[in-house]
């Protein structure tokens, strides 16, 4: 007979002014299963895990540990009593090693016993079929050996129900099972896990639970095993039919928007591309590869050497000292919440911030104006909540990402740079997004870099892959040979000669 859950919430309720982010929510954490959390973006699902992590105090209902009452008025709290939440977006001091991360806060005496320390860490980490060196620094680390990294610290703590945000945005396919294989071996020593995800796959592979959350309110909870396809998951979660299908006609390229001529810079070794209106070029690559300094170069946050690179037909400098607010450049960054928007400001200040020029006369910013105009679009991305006033840090992640979204398509840009666009996305946003930047193609000339292959499969005109620092081969996608390759491109172990398309 089965003993209580782990975790048991009862009417859940929280609101933010006017919007209820969650209601009359209740769920079961059971000991050894996963539950997988679904919903769109802005459907609750992050408010209802902060309130169980102990980050904020829900307005009405109870939190249940094995069946007695508690209350996370912190984090502390929360962790004490064993739920720990590993972020997609990483909580780690990057100059200190694995072992001082791990032990970081944690009481244990005057004197450090670094061999012993290291000992611990090993161990832990073998025990969950994890392979780490304790003495690495974390700024060396890939993205996959950081999450392990979070994911022992709260291990360490003994943290018996664990909460996965998003854990794969971040990973590459490889590192993705990995993660599944060690999820796996924490539920089989009887921890209780809650999958967040928008990938679907993944939820019916490695799930033994499912609850769909929509507009705060839990509509469906299911066994995994019940469920038949993907498709069905997508239609309860969004209540409508979503294929995540998109149908790319070719279009005739017209004018270079983008020449870069054996770009040798920050890391990078001869890199050759061209880009034009009517087509996009998908960049893939596992993350550290070189994408992040050819798009910052390309952006005008990194300076080129030479004249390597030339945009809209203008030399790099010549550009940006002449580009406008609109018909040239939008770059849209990974990091949305650093890069992209000011997590203080309004949603109506963070429009502004690349929309300025067109809300200008004289010395005057016409606000008025560009409220009116921000909240149609609002209205049009489907952003939630449509409050101009709401900071941005109020906002799911997959909200503001359509939000920037939003902001970058009304500049109506001839060269688009799209960094992990669909990143964070509901299945449905992702389908929006994918018609969007197909749209876009008509007048603009898209650079697409992205670690999804699928999307760069579904989108590109042409694909190249980057590894350490090259473009390994540039090639059409309905090339099927190098298509198959990618991976082992990506993994640096197969090559092929750039060609002439």
């Not at 979660?237 to 149908?247: A, K, N, S, T, Y």
């Not at 020449?259 to 087509?279: A, C, F």
């Not at 004249?307 to 203008?314: A, E, Q, V």
């Not at 694909?463 to 620092?469: E, L």
């Amino acid at each position: 007979m089965a003993g209580p859950p782990l975790i048991r919430l009862a009417g859940i309720c929280k609101s933010f002014g006017k919007v209820h982010a969650n209601r009359d929510v209740s769920l079961t954490v059971a000991e050894g299963k996963i539950l997988a959390l679904l919903g769109e973006n802005g459907a609750g699902k992050s408010t209802l895990m902060a309130i169980l992590a102990g980050q904020i105090q829900p307005d009405s209902g109870d939190i249940f540990l094995r069946e007695k009452k508690v209350q996370f008025t912190s984090t502390e709290k929360a962790i004490k009593a064993g739920i720990g939440m590993v972020y997609q977006h990483f909580k780690l001091v990057e100059a200190m090693t694995v072992a001082e991360n791990v032990f970081l806060g944690q009481s244990g005496g005057w004197w450090l016993n670094w061999a012993k320390m290291h000992r611990q860490v090993v161990d832990l980490a073998e025990q969950y079929g994890m392979k780490i060196n304790p003495a690495a620094r974390i700024r060396d680390l890939s993205m996959g050996e950081k999450q392990q990294v979070e994911i022992l610290k709260l291990l360490h703590r003994k943290s018996t129900v664990l909460i996965f945000d998003e854990p794969t945005a971040v990973l590459t396919p490889a590192e993705a099972e990995n993660l599944f294989a060690t999820m796996k071996l924490m539920v089989g020593k009887g921890k209780g896990i809650v999958f967040i995800s928008h990938k679907l796959e993944e939820v019916m592979a490695i799930a033994d639970t499912i609850a769909i959350l929509r507009r705060g309110e839990v509509v469906a909870g299911m066994a995994a095993a019940e469920v038949t396809s993907t498709a069905e998951l997508a239609e309860c979660m969004v209540g409508r039919e979503v294929l995540l299908q998109v149908d790319r006609l070719p279009l005739e390229p017209r004018q270079m928007v983008l020449k870069v001529t054996d770009l040798g810079d920050y890391g990078l070794r001869g890199v050759n591309l061209e880009l034009r209106q009517g087509e996009i070029v998908g960049l893939v690559g596992v993350a550290g590869n070189g994408q992040k300094q050819l798009v910052e170069m390309v952006c005008g946050l990194r300076r080129p050497t030479g004249n390597s690179l030339r945009i809209l037909g203008l030399e790099w400098a010549r550009f940006f000292r002449s580009a406008g607010w609109d018909k040239a450049l939008a770059y849209i960054p990974e990091d949305r919440q650093g890069l992209a928007t000011c997590p203080g400001l309004s949603l109506i200040d963070n429009f502004l911030l690349t929309t300025r020029g067109g809300f200008v006369r004289g010395p005057w910013l016409l606000r008025q104006q560009a409220g009116i105009k921000a909240l149609r679009l609002m209205q049009e991305f489907d952003i939630r909540p449509p409050d101009l006033g709401a900071f941005a840090w109020q906002l799911s992640g997959g909200n503001l990402q359509k939000m920037v979204l939003a902001r970058e398509f009304y500049r109506k840009p001839r060269l688009i740079v799209a960094e992990q666009p669909t990143q964070g996305l509901d299945i449905a946003a992702t389908e929006d997004v994918w018609k969007l930047l197909l749209e876009a193609r008509e007048a603009a000339g898209i650079l697409l870099v992205t670690g999804d292959l699928a999307e760069a499969i579904a989108l590109a005109d042409r694909i190249g892959v980057m590894y350490n620092g090259e473009m390994v081969d540039l090639f059409a996608v309905d090339d099927a040979e190098k298509v198959a390759l990618i991976p082992q491109m990506m993994a640096g172990l197969a090559s092929g000669e750039p060609s002439a398309v």
